[in-house]
């Protein structure tokens, strides 16, 4: 585990979709388009916004949607080159921001360089006399992670773009991969942090087996909008006290949106409770991750289809200047609670403790090392006074001024420390 890891805050986005690229590879002989640089003006932004880390999707040569890599050495030609990536990297590192690479090394497309050379079969499992696919998608074909020779390219190729400056790994569909696989490739490599994709299943095997830093917390991500939706903070509350099941051995990456779900906005269906989903997401302990556009209150349904991504991984304006003006208040309720978290940096480790449990109240307990804060979210049309034994407490944030310490307008939320 990297120190640095207890601070940092991603900012999450796709890169092909992000810069406008086109669906397709570009031809061979086309010249790269530099669209990597075009990341520049965001820098700032997401440093504005209270981030230091930059989650980058897919960024390899591919041939449509990046998770269809087949060169895991080259730079996609519809982002730029090597050099595009090193121009960004340093910007990054002269800004103080961390840079994490989205590594796909359970599958590769059928265009895979490696893919079709009779000396290379060994390197893709076979389902019967066919090779075998991702979940069904025949262009993705999976690699062969009992192969040792598969286990040393997946190593090498960490290693390369870890030396080259990175500072980490996002495992894409980790949860299909053996977790022995896992131990010997991201598990032996020091200096970077990796953190896998795993939709479900025993979160700390993937630490405690798998050799990883930490995995995406899913259960704490459908908990919390659908607790919402549902008026039943008891599944929320269950959630959390599985998360803290969780964060004993290790960090979660949190989020209440990503590249492969509907968007925030989108999913709740009374959108007055986006600040009580955020409420929990910075106060509860993990390595909390915002892609891209949720703090511009973007909206977004994922569609089970062909292209059904296309609503949550819009094109990007060219500079923050040119995004929609309704969007900079939930950006500016972000850049409230990422500061608060900031000035709690314990909050990284953070254990919860369950205060008033009912169908649209929930106050709990955060704490470590001797720091407390007490977070009260009513999701109910009206006012709520919850009592609690907890001595003096001084409110810290709340998204209405008129709340009272302990009173909270609904529905809304309030964060306070004991006196």
């Known amino acids: 585990m990297t120190d640095w890891a207890e601070h940092v805050i991603w900012w999450h986005l796709h890169p092909l979709t992000f810069l406008g690229a086109p669906r397709q590879a570009l031809p061979p002989g086309a010249p790269a388009e530099p669209r990597l640089r075009k990341l520049g003006p965001w820098l700032d932004y997401l440093l504005e916004l209270g981030c230091n880390g930059l989650a980058l999707g897919p960024i390899f040569e591919s041939e449509t949607h990046g998770y269809d890599t087949v060169n895991h050495y080259r730079v996609d030609r519809r982002l730029g080159t090597e050099e595009d990536l090193r121009w960004l990297v340093d910007e990054c590192r ?10 796909v090394f359970n599958h590769v497309g059928r265009g895979f360089v490696r893919f079709g050379d009779p000396a290379y079969e060994t390197w893709f499992r076979k389902d019967g006399d066919d090779f075998a696919t991702f979940e069904g998608h025949r262009h993705l074909v999976a690699l062969n992670h009992d192969e040792p020779a598969v286990a040393d390219y997946v190593t090498g190729v960490m290693r390369h773009w870890l030396d080259f400056g990175v500072d980490g790994w996002r495992l894409d569909a980790a949860y299909a991969v053996p977790l022995p696989f ?3 490739t991201a598990g032996a490599i020091d200096g970077g942090w990796f953190v896998g994709e795993v939709i479900h299943g025993d979160y700390p095997a993937w630490v405690r087996d798998g050799g990883l830093d930490s995995v995406t917390q899913y259960e704490l991500w459908k908990a919390i909008w659908s607790s919402l939706n549902d008026l039943n903070f008891f599944e929320l509350a269950w959630a959390i006290e ?3 099941t969780f964060s004993a051995d290790f960090a979660p990456m949190t989020f209440v949106g990503n590249h492969d779900v509907t968007r925030l906005a989108s999913i709740l269906t009374d959108r007055r409770h986006v600040g009580l989903a955020l409420a929990v997401l910075f106060t509860t302990g ?3 991750s915002i892609y891209a556009g949720d703090e511009q209150a973007f909206q977004g349904v994922k569609r089970d289809e062909e292209n059904g991504d296309d609503d949550i991984r819009p094109a990007f304006p060219s500079t923050p200047a040119g995004l929609a003006p309704d969007g900079w208040p939930t950006y500016r309720l972000y850049q409230q609670l990422i500061g608060l978290r900031r000035r709690h940096p314990w909050l990284h480790r953070a254990v919860t403790r369950p205060l008033h449990v009912a169908n649209k109240q929930l106050a709990y307990e955060v704490s470590a090392g ?3 804060l007490i977070v009260l979210l009513n999701a109910a049309d009206h006012g709520h006074e919850f009592t609690l ?6 409110p810290l944030l709340s998204h209405d001024t008129a709340g009272n310490g302990t009173f909270v307008p609904g529905p809304g939320w309030s964060i306070l420390e004991p006196v």
Not at 94 to 103: E, M, N, Y
Not at 389 to 394: D, H, I, V, Y
């Open 242 to 244: 599985r998360h803290d």
């Open 182 to 184: 896992w131990k010997r």
């Open 94 to 103: 002269a800004k103080g921001i961390r840079v994490l690479l989205d590594g």
């Open 286 to 288: 993990g390595v909390p």
């Open 389 to 394: 034994e907890t001595g003096p407490l001084r």
């Open 370 to 372: 001797g720091h407390r």
